[in-house]
């Protein structure tokens, strides 16, 4: 049985698939999303696992969504409503704790209390951060050039880049260099000597990765996570009332009204292909629907080997998606609680319980968390990124109770004698114990809990190894070499078949670049 | 000494920068933390308890209350039912708006007049002959606005009049935890939201329970800076910011009409004689010479000027409240008088005067902005106020 044809099917209603969807119907293409699961999201969904309480279940917060996106698709209009996560708290084992506050002078006094030398540090890393992060920023909005090609519009795009980079000076230049290259511990030693502060910043260069503080490469991610900061003045970090599924809905609101149709309980099977061009895709269940675009807003490996025939692509794009890393890394426990947990460090409620809790004592807890899983195993001293989204929400829970949402890792994919349920309870009793050492009573407020291993990301999700940004944001796997070199500009080797996942450049958080660039192309290309 | 209101020994302490302004003689907290982000988000995400005393409160009695208001207001003061509050300026002689606020109707024969500007000598000149007591309660009466989508739930746990029953702009008499207020369904904001009146001798009382029962429900107590993003959201004017009173203004042109700022709707086309009735009906037939507007600053063309300069955009999370120059191809078309960053629609707003023919929703005009020490423009779009306007408030 064949339905209507369409201009275009978004395949995945993931926030990049809601994206490219909403500016393809926006150009006035009919456009339709096909999602396997009930609700829209992917991994950005909000789901009432235990009554009356909300759990964003994957991902928890917003930092790097693109304003034009906010802004083209008018997203406030459609629910995006950002609330500020103002302060950011690391418990130390000596008692005491390290706090980011939203004030610059408050939290240069507190840096103050452990180093005096560090807070004047923090002022002039943060300013060359700033530099950086506007320095990578237009490649963010940017189709990435294959230095490797001599079309035309590659070596404009160079140009472009090769001119933006020079005006960044020689001091600039070399401390992006640096930052491409070196290991976040390395990189923050040259600047900082209090180790929870290192420890703490250097958290965001590991986050979603299979490295260690001390792993080369790291550095970058710290800069990935720092370009939310520039875009400071628009403000888009922070929590989304009503948990990350509200920004998908957002979305989705927002395509909807340009008229893009979106059906959940869709699964794709496959792309149906004729004479070397996408016809349109397959359900499970045998329906076919036709349509002259196919977009997949999987990771690679799904666009690649699972929706198409491999044996039909070139041999090295294949090779190459097989080599492209996943290495999920990264789990999550959520849980329902009857109270307010009290950290020994600040007993209580107070500020700190309406911003983050990193659990990053010092780097050699992060690298220790790291050696676990390098050898296979979970970290017993995890990293923890800790936020209660009933504080800033309370819609997120009874009144009175709370939702407590923890990002855990390391949780290596590959497990020693692989996940089970016994092993997912292991590895959820690792968490609240340890994170039971700072708020002692956090046990006994625990009224229901959610763990999530990166197996379990994957079979809910179906991102590949339970990667919560389509891959790696490593360098070899970024900008004109994502997912593979070649193959980085959204295309794919079948005619009409396109990929718009965080799997493509820039990729990774809730950003939605990779949909929008990948909707901009699509209606370049097939005007 | 600047005066302070019965609520200053809650808010005094929660005032950790010594951030205190001026409001009509008392001294009041522009923000309770440094910076307002927080409080401001309340207003939209939960509930925000503003402290509003400082407002000029007036009870009206007697036998020809109505008559006085009905003469001094532009709005049908005979239509006012019992329970019911209008907003509405009032004008002198010549049509000019003298002041802005809320007329509640009591009951029967009570008024309470609210108003930014202290209005006794105003009101008592009005009232010549007429048999009215006019009572200045100001001091005696203090008011906290709760605002926010969880201000009904929070009364809910303190207070037993069925909130969902009591209309946008209706007041009625209640207890809260025991003793007496009144709540109307007012506000500031532009969102869904009320104002507590209180005699004095229960305003701690007042303050604690809100606090009390706000608590699981994330109440903030939120400053004067929470609030002015708030009200520029909702289009809502301000004296002395965005429009002068007649009574005050040194020369003519300073002074504004109903039309001019927004209120012509309040102005009744059916009433008897009140001040500045034949002015405003001249006005109306030709047409406000000025219209009071919003202004949406295109992002892109403010991000430009700023790039220009290799600088993110700077904008403030406080709201700007000064005279800047509006253009229409090359040429000043009227002014802004205040401003903000609109967090929740993510787009620099502003409130503007524009000179007819100018002010039609859609027109592309131009407005000031500093960067770098130049005076610079950028695009801007008329829009009709409000530009936030969430069905909550009313419904």
């Known amino acids: ?527 | 000494m600047l005066k302070t209101t019965p609520f200053h020994p809650r808010t005094a302490p929660l005032v950790r920068a010594q951030t205190w302004r001026r409001w009509s003689g008392y001294q009041m907290a522009s923000a309770y933390d440094p910076h307002p982000d927080r409080e401001y988000a309340a207003v939209r995400n939960s509930a925000a308890l503003f402290d509003v005393s400082p407002l000029h409160k007036y009870l009206i009695t007697g036998r020809d209350a109505q008559r006085l208001l009905d003469r001094l207001i532009t709005r049908d003061v005979t239509k006012l039912k019992i329970g019911q509050v209008y907003y509405t300026p009032w004008c002198d002689a010549r049509g000019k708006v003298v002041d802005d606020g809320t007329l509640s109707r009591l009951d029967e024969g009570t008024y309470r007049l609210t108003s930014a500007d202290s209005s006794l000598r105003w009101l008592h000149m009005n009232a010549v002959g007429m048999d009215v007591e006019i009572q200045d309660v100001t001091e005696k009466v203090a008011t906290l606005a709760l605002q926010g989508p969880l201000s009904r739930a929070i009364l809910d746990q303190v207070s037993p009049l069925d909130y969902g029953k009591l209309k946008y702009f209706r007041v009625a008499p209640t207890t809260v935890r025991g003793f007496p207020v009144t709540v109307s369904r007012t506000g500031y904001t532009g969102d869904l939201g009320y104002e507590i009146w209180v005699d004095n001798h229960y305003a701690l009382k007042l303050w604690d329970s809100l606090v009390e029962a706000g608590a699981d429900y994330g109440l903030t107590p939120a400053g004067v800076w929470a609030l002015d993003i708030a009200r520029i959201e909702a289009g809502l004017i301000m004296l002395d910011v965005d429009y002068h009173s007649a009574h005050h203004a040194l020369i003519e042109s300073r002074k504004s009409s109903p039309y001019e700022i927004n209120l012509g709707w309040a102005v009744s086309a059916t009433k008897g004689p009140f001040n500045g009735r034949r002015a405003l009906i001249a006005e109306r037939e030709r047409g406000a010479a000025w219209g009071f507007v919003g202004l949406e600053i295109e992002w892109t063309s403010f991000e430009r000027q700023f790039a220009r300069h290799h600088l993110p955009p700077q904008i403030s999370n406080v709201a700007w409240r000064t005279s800047v120059p509006v253009y229409r191809r090359g040429s000043q078309i009227g002014y802004a008088t205040s401003g903000c960053w609109s967090p929740i629609l993510k787009k620099p707003l502003a409130l503007a005067h524009l000179e007819k023919p100018h002010f039609a929703p859609g027109t592309k005009v131009e407005i000031e902005i500093t960067v770098e020490h130049r005076r610079v423009r950028a695009n801007a779009v008329v829009r009709a106020l409000p530009f936030y306007d969430p069905e909550r408030k009313k419904a």
Request: net charge neutral; glycine share 12%.
């Open chain 1, 1 to 527: 049985m064949t339905e209507q044809r369409y201009d275009a099917i978004v395949v995945g209603g993931g926030h990049n698939g809601l994206v490219a969807a909403a500016y393809l119907a926006r150009a006035g293409r009919k456009t339709l999303v096909l999602e396997r699961r009930p609700l829209v999201g992917g991994a950005a969904v909000t789901e009432e696992v235990f009554p009356g309480f909300k759990f964003s279940v994957f991902s928890y917060v917003v930092s790097l969504l693109r304003p034009e996106i906010i802004r083209d698709l008018d997203l406030p209009r459609h629910g995006l409503q950002i609330l500020p996560l103002e302060s950011t708290v690391t418990p130390l084992d000596n008692g005491d704790y390290l706090a980011g506050w939203a004030d610059p002078d408050e939290t240069r006094e507190e840096l103050r209390r452990h180093s005096p030398r560090d807070a004047d540090a923090a002022v002039v890393f943060g300013h060359l951060m700033h530099h950086m992060a506007m320095a990578v920023k237009p490649i963010l909005g940017m189709i990435p050039p294959d230095p490797a090609s001599l079309s035309p519009r590659d070596l404009m795009g160079l140009l472009k880049l090769g001119s933006h980079f020079r005006s960044l000076g020689s001091e600039h230049f070399h401390a992006l260099h640096k930052l491409m290259t070196m290991s976040s511990a390395d990189y923050l030693d040259e600047w900082f000597e209090f180790d929870a502060l290192k420890a703490t910043r250097s958290a965001s260069g590991i986050i979603g990765t299979f490295l260690g503080p001390r792993s080369p490469g790291s550095a970058y991610v710290l800069l990935h996570h720092y370009m939310g900061e520039i875009d400071g003045a628009f403000r888009a970090w922070g929590f989304q009332k009503g948990g990350t599924g509200a920004i998908s809905e957002s979305i989705a609101g927002a395509a909807k009204a340009f008229g893009a149709e979106i059906r959940t309980g869709a699964d794709v099977i496959a792309v149906t292909t004729k004479d070397g061009k996408a016809t349109g895709v397959a359900l499970k269940g045998g329906q076919e629907i036709q349509a002259k675009l196919v977009i997949s807003g999987l990771d690679p490996r799904l666009t690649f080997t699972r929706l198409v025939d491999p044996k039909t692509l070139p041999g090295e794009l294949v090779e190459g998606i097989r080599r492209y890393k996943f290495r999920g890394s990264s789990g999550k426990v959520n849980l329902a609680l009857s109270g307010l947990p009290s950290f020994s460090c600040l007993p209580g409620n107070g500020p700190h319980l309406r911003g983050a809790i990193s659990i990053s004592p010092s780097l050699e807890y992060l690298e220790r968390a790291y050696d676990d899983a390098k050898y296979g195993e979970f970290s017993q001293h995890p990293y923890m990124d800790v936020v209660l989204p009933s504080m800033i929400d309370p819609g997120m829970a009874p009144p009175g109770q709370h939702v407590m949402s923890i990002f855990v890792q390391y949780a290596p994919f590959e497990l020693n004698g692989g996940w089970n349920d016994a092993k997912r309870e292991a590895f959820g009793d690792a968490v609240v114990r340890t994170l039971a050492r700072y708020a002692p009573n956090l046990p006994s407020l625990i009224l229901h809990r959610q763990v999530i291993t990166p197996h379990d990301i994957e079979a809910i999700t179906g991102l590949s190894e339970g990667n919560i940004f389509q891959g790696e944001l490593a360098l070899q796997q970024l900008f004109f070499l994502r997912p593979v070199p070649r193959w980085a500009k959204y295309r794919t080797p079948i005619e009409g078949y396109w990929q718009c996942g965080a799997g493509t450049h820039p990729g990774g958080g809730i950003m939605g670049a990779s949909g929008r660039l990948a909707a901009l192309e699509i209606l370049g290309a097939t005007k």
